[in-house]
């Protein structure tokens, strides 16, 4: 081996370990960014003139584990699907109370027959008639309160919905632009791995919105599909369209139109969170809200208004009240009907006849709320019979409820129940998603970068680079030598 050659080895060392070094600094330094790929350099003999002469990086590769990082997105996915959920069943139950709560629905219907019973052994109180009155009208503001929730869940999920589906445009379209420019890099021969953590960070963000599957093409280019069959990325992005609206009031849903569904490149898809395009993500779970979870929430708080409504509107109890009076509580000031069940909760009232704060008469619920005149002043039979009747068991007319009979305050405590359990589930199927997430997020790291590790590398590159520099010092020392002749 002539000197020269000597030399071209040792200075193709040197530049091989400085790449090395860049590489490992690289890691180190992101061993903490989110959506970074571990690099490692891969080294080569280098040829000149069909003749080993030193060594050249032939390229450096990013890390990573397809297989795992696919299932990592759609278990990102799940938990974003089901913390929706949760937060929405906690809107709920706030609104609702807990069951133990004085404030609760439950809590004033307790109040409410108290109140009765009070009145009922001193009818002539008017301190104890006005006490039914405000027990009546404290449970249904809070009737109003719940339903006003629901409608308020409904519109804002249909809010998020909207700004969500502008999200996930600008993600995909991002995508689009990050693959033309990591595909002009790769084509280049330059690394594209810097561009690649970019993008995957950009996929990990839609996969929280909708889960994705990433299919690797040329020069380093990707398309994104939902395990549903949604293509959302190709040769260019999906076209994904949302038109929010401005009120959403209980009778609105999707069917008839008066909701916006979802198109994707022009094609209305489904928005089941459990199946369809778009299932086990965010935008799902937001969609089940407004148009599942929610409207089932009223159709449950309509059906025990109905039920408390109708008791106090039973002519045997009250024999004043003609064809088409409304009782104690009222729809807007009308009787009940059937076929207006829907939203009845959002408009609840005490009859104005019972009401001093809107011109009524105390004695009315004494003495009947169709009476022309106060009646005997001691006489409690009329309030005895409310007392019953609220307490009766009846069989609950809709709402999904089954066919047993309750009284009104069992039914609110199955109502509480029913959401309870629901919430329940929820959390459970969260901290099951979680876990998974966890497991995976943990399995992934594996493959991440490891900075014990990363400084072992940094070791050997430094003695590589002093036995490189060495060779060099060397081979200027027998310069000097000949230069000296």
């Known amino acids: 081996m002539s000197i020269t050659n000597a030399l071209s080895n040792a200075l193709s060392g040197l530049n091989a370990t400085t790449r090395a070094a860049g590489v490992v600094s690289s890691n180190v330094a992101n061993a903490m960014t989110e959506g970074y790929g571990r690099r490692e350099i891969e080294l080569g ?24 990082m696919g299932e990592r997105r759609i278990s990102d996915g799940l938990v974003a699907l089901e913390s929706t959920r949760v937060d929405y069943h906690d809107t709920i139950s706030r609104a609702l109370g807990q069951a133990d709560d004085s404030g609760s629905i439950t809590g004033l219907i307790v109040d409410l027959e108290a109140s009765i019973i009070e009145a009922s052994n001193h009818p002539e109180s008017d301190a104890h008639l006005y006490e039914v009155s405000n027990s009546a009208s404290a449970l249904a503001d809070k009737i109003n309160r719940a339903a006003d929730t629901i409608s308020s869940v409904r519109q804002n999920a249909d809010r998020d919905i909207s700004n969500t589906v502008d999200r996930l ?25 810097g561009l690649i953590d970019q993008r995957q960070t950009i996929i990990d963000e839609i996969s929280r919105i909708i889960p994705v599957k990433e299919v690797e093409r040329e020069n380093g280019m990707v398309s994104l599909y939902s395990p549903g069959g949604a293509i959302l990325v190709s040769s260019k992005a999906a076209t994904v369209d949302f038109t929010p609206i401005g009120k959403i009031t209980p009778d609105m849903s999707v069917d008839p139109g008066i909701l916006s569904g979802l198109t994707i490149n022009g094609q209305p898809v489904s928005t089941r969170a459990d199946k369809g395009p778009i299932a086990g993500g965010q935008l799902a779970g937001l969609f089940e809200i407004r148009d599942t979870l929610a409207p089932e929430a009223q159709t449950k708080l309509d059906a025990f208004t109905r039920d408390l409504m109708t008791r106090f509107e039973d002519p045997s109890m009250d024999p004043t009240l003609a064809a088409g009076m409304a009782g104690l509580f009222t729809d807007n000031d009308a009787p009940f009907d059937p076929a207006e069940e829907l939203g009845l909760s959002n408009r609840i009232s005490v009859n104005t006849a019972v009401d001093p704060r809107n011109g009524g008469e105390l004695w009315h619920l004494r003495d009947g709320l169709g009476a022309t005149s106060e009646g005997d002043a001691g006489d409690a039979s009329l309030l005895q019979a409310m007392l019953a009747n609220l307490q009766s068991g009846i069989a609950t007319a809709s709402g999904g409820f089954s066919a047993i009979e309750r009284s009104s305050s069992s039914l ?44 072992q590398k940094l070791l050997v590159i430094e003695r590589s680079y002093a036995a490189n520099a060495k060779v060099i010092e060397t081979v200027e020392a027998l310069f000097d030598q000949l230069m000296r002749i």
């Open 45 to 68: 003999t280098r040829q000149v003139g069909g003749q080993a002469s030193g060594v050249s990086v032939v390229s450096v590769h990013r890390m990573t584990d397809p297989v795992v």
């Open 412 to 455: 609110s405590s199955d109502l509480f129940s029913f959401f309870e359990t629901a919430s329940l589930a929820s959390e459970s199927d969260l901290s099951f998603a979680s876990a998974q997430q966890a497991t995976l997020k943990s399995i992934e790291l594996e493959n991440g970068v490891d900075t014990d590790q990363e400084l």
């Open 169 to 193: 445009q600008s993600a995909l379209s991002k995508v689009v632009t990050m693959n033309v420019e990591i595909q002009e890099n790769v084509s280049s021969g330059y690394d594209a791995s």
